[in-house]
């Protein structure tokens, strides 16, 4: 576990991303997409810390921005202490160093026209990462790192599977020997035993690295396997912060609550409680008043209709944003 | 363990030399394997081939005037007959292909590079650079290319290499478009973002990135507007814009042979001929092109 004492390697404070929405008559008032609304989290290093929620969360938005592929509306995130949006441009290059990303879709992900040399050669000429001559041998060990055969390295990508072209994304964000990787739903598009062999590569780059990710997923039983701490986002915001097994053992909020009964359990005999929620994600652009998960928490008040819960500490690693967090039992 | 390593090595450059050779077989085969298309690369070839050996091919000097045999129908001496000055049309016709497939060639290159620049450039930064890189091709655009080639000439005095220009300005918008909207389905693959994350600069991603992955719809479209262009130069010829009237342009020879049209017909229809033929062959060419260089026909 990890403890408190530790400088965390990321801090987000009041991360507030919108998007402008394309106006449909002149005359109309400029709407945003509140795609992320004040969130703040830290992340320390050698920690895995998921994001999870449903496809329009927020999850990927705040990824990018503390990839810093989209600048933040407003807040702040700092990396080792230092705010990257006030990096110059050589301390710029040297965070794009430390923090790398492995897509989603690993079809999309790798340059169809690129030998896998040619990838890993320029990632490691950009970062200038070692000598020239040296780096055909970092390429050698980065694909024993990732288990891939040599060879790969003069094939182009469509010769390889799904799963082999995760683990090359992961050996080019491995080339330049990043600090913090940012998982943006990394195994989502892979089936499950591929989605154990990436997760269990990634477990082991790791430990064998001290790396540090942020994992973004939607999938909870994907989650459960890899993180330390977990972050649920609904609707741009953070309903709960916890450590793994505290959530998933006790979950406080309504929606995690509902998010954990979700997840099938094979065994016809066991009894759960199911927690149902009707209805659909309400629209970023115009978010319910109040609570945000009022329009569909079963056990939502007239207190939870007006006045926006805080996320709010209950015991010392766990947070919530439910004004009902200690007193709701499922 | 060492020599094992390098023994690796060793094998990669075998292995990378091989699969050059393999990546140019893939290609060819599935060229080959349209039959007019390759009907196409074979005309296109021998055009190339006349062009370039022009001095040991033709049979008389283009320019030679022999006025005893003037207006001579096709004859064993003079395959495809004599003009008006007694010059041999066959081999003005050799001479010049030159001319005609440089300027065709000149006047794409011109246009494609700048269109692909400008293209590339307005795709990927979007926003206000896009809106004025687009409006001022869209301008472009709205002239009809003959037109606006007319009003660069008579703006820069009739030449040939001035008609290269007016045609060459009349292609960019054709290549602007084509790059922008490539440029632009591109930027956002996560590729792209994976270069931008780990520092790559704007230069890096548009010039190794963007730009080999856009440039299959432009060889094609490339090849397609060689056609074109060889053709709008004739025309722009032919109406006394481009070469002036020794030189054996085509477009300025079929202009000469307008006056004796009924009288030696030959003097009109061997140059339009040979101007037919290249641009089918550039239309087959091309279209065989696009299925060959579209990598998901590889398998």
């Known amino acids: 576990m990890p403890s408190k004492a530790k400088t965390p390697i990321l801090e987000v404070t009041h991360l507030k991303q919108y998007f402008p929405v394309k106006k449909e008559r002149i005359l109309e008032a400029k709407r945003y997409v509140q795609a992320v609304d004040d969130v703040s989290f830290s992340v320390e290093p050698g920690t895995t810390v998921s994001i999870v929620g449903e496809s329009g969360c927020g999850k990927s938005t705040t990824g990018r921005a503390i990839l810093r592929l989209d600048d933040p509306t407003s807040g702040t995130i700092e990396y080792n202490g230092q705010d990257i949006a006030k990096l110059s441009k050589k301390e710029l290059k040297a965070f794009r160093g430390d923090i790398q990303v492995i897509f989603q879709d690993p079809f999309a992900s790798l340059n169809p026209r690129r030998t896998i040399r040619q990838m890993l050669n320029e990632a490691m000429s950009i970062q200038n990462v070692m000598d020239k001559t040296k780096r055909e041998d970092r390429m050698l060990e980065l694909m024993d790192l990732v288990g891939l055969p040599y060879d790969s390295l003069e094939r182009l990508p469509h010769e390889f599977s799904g799963g082999q072209r995760q683990r090359l994304g992961i050996a080019r964000a491995l080339a330049v020997n990043p600090k913090l990787i940012v998982c943006d739903e990394a195994v989502s598009a892979l089936d499950v035993s591929v989605q154990a062999q990436v997760l269990n590569l990634m477990k082991k780059l790791q430990k064998e690295l001290n790396l540090t990710y942020l994992f973004i997923s939607h999938d909870l039983s994907v989650v459960k396997h890899i993180s330390n701490r977990i972050i649920v986002m609904y609707l741009g915001k953070i309903v709960e912060i916890a450590d793994n097994e505290d959530l998933f053992q006790s979950p406080r909020h309504p929606y995690t609550q509902a998010l954990l009964s979700a997840i099938p359990i094979p065994d016809v005999n066991v009894k759960r409680t199911q927690i149902d929620i009707t209805g659909d994600v309400p629209s970023p652009i115009n978010p319910p008043k109040g609570c945000r998960f009022h329009t569909r928490c079963p056990f939502a008040t007239e207190h939870c209709r007006t006045v926006e819960p805080e996320l709010r500490t209950i015991n010392n690693t766990h947070q919530v944003s439910c004004h009902y967090a200690e007193t709701l039992s499922f | 363990m060492d020599q094992s390593l390098q023994d690796i090595k060793q094998s990669f450059k075998q292995i990378r030399k091989e699969r050059r050779k393999e990546n140019f077989k893939a290609f060819f085969e599935t060229f080959l394997k349209n039959k007019i298309a390759v009907a196409g690369g074979v005309l296109l070839l021998c055009y190339t081939f006349v062009a370039l050996f022009a001095p040991w091919i033709a049979p008389y000097d283009p320019f030679e005037m022999d006025l005893f045999n003037k207006l001579q129908p096709p004859s064993l001496d003079h395959w495809m007959g004599t003009d008006d000055k007694g010059r041999d049309i066959l081999s003005r016709i050799i001479y010049g292909s030159r001319l005609s497939m440089g300027v065709g060639f000149a006047a794409v290159l011109f ?182 260089l579209d990598p998901r026909m590889k398998s």
């Open chain 2, 111 to 292: 246009g494609a590079s700048f269109g692909i620049m400008m293209g590339m450039v307005a795709g990927y930064y979007g926003g206000w650079v896009d809106a004025i890189i687009s409006r001022s091709l869209d301008v472009m655009l709205a002239f009809p290319g003959i037109l606006l080639a007319l009003a660069i000439i008579s703006a820069l005095g009739p030449s040939l290499f001035n008609v290269t220009v007016a045609v060459g300005v009349f292609s960019i918008p054709l290549f602007g478009r084509i790059a922008r909207g490539s440029t632009m389905e591109v930027r956002h693959m996560e590729y792209i973002e994976a270069v931008r994350s780990l520092g790559g600069n704007d230069g890096i991603i548009i010039f190794r990135h963007i730009f080999p992955n856009i440039l299959s719809p432009l060889i094609v479209q490339g090849t397609l507007r060689l056609a074109t262009a060889i053709l709008s130069a004739a025309g722009l010829s032919f109406l006394g814009l481009g070469a002036a009237p020794p030189s054996p342009e085509w477009g300025a020879m079929l202009s000469s042979g307008r006056d004796f049209f009924f009288s030696a017909p030959y003097i009109a229809i061997f140059p339009g001929i040979t101007i037919a033929l290249l641009v089918m062959g550039f239309n087959l060419f091309g279209d065989g092109l696009r299925d060959a």
